[in-house]
């Protein structure tokens, strides 16, 4: 559960950092300070997704900061993107598993853990 949680922030947080970077790149759709943003937080969640992976105290809390840092910019540029509601229910259904595994993964003994 722990690798799949991990594996999942890595790849959500990539994604986020590389299509701002793609965006600012390309022409920006956004706001400059939306787009450090996306940037600012997809890396935070790289980072926060190896503290996840090895248990540092506090790294799933810096990782939920990050996914409700993605999630309150994912509203925002919904807005501008004409984006709807759904994506925004997926990406919080997505941002819950996560955590959901990552505490769920945490709790089992060193000597169980899958990954």
Do not use: K
Request: charged residues 10%.
């Amino acid at each position: 559960m722990l690798t799949l949680a991990t594996l999942g922030m890595f790849s959500y947080g990539t994604y986020s950092f590389a299509w701002a970077i793609v965006d600012l790149f390309r022409g920006a759709h956004l706001e400059l300070w939306a787009e450090i943003g996306l940037i600012f937080f997809g890396l935070l969640l790289v980072l926060s997704a190896a503290f996840v992976r090895v248990r540092v105290p506090g790294g799933l809390a810096i990782a939920i900061s990050a996914l409700l840092g993605l999630q309150a910019l994912a509203v925002h540029n919904a807005a501008h993107l004409n984006g709807g509601v759904a994506p925004q229910i997926a990406r919080a259904a997505l941002a819950l598993a996560l955590v959901g595994c990552a505490a769920a993964g945490s709790r089992e003994p060193a000597g169980r853990r899958s990954g």
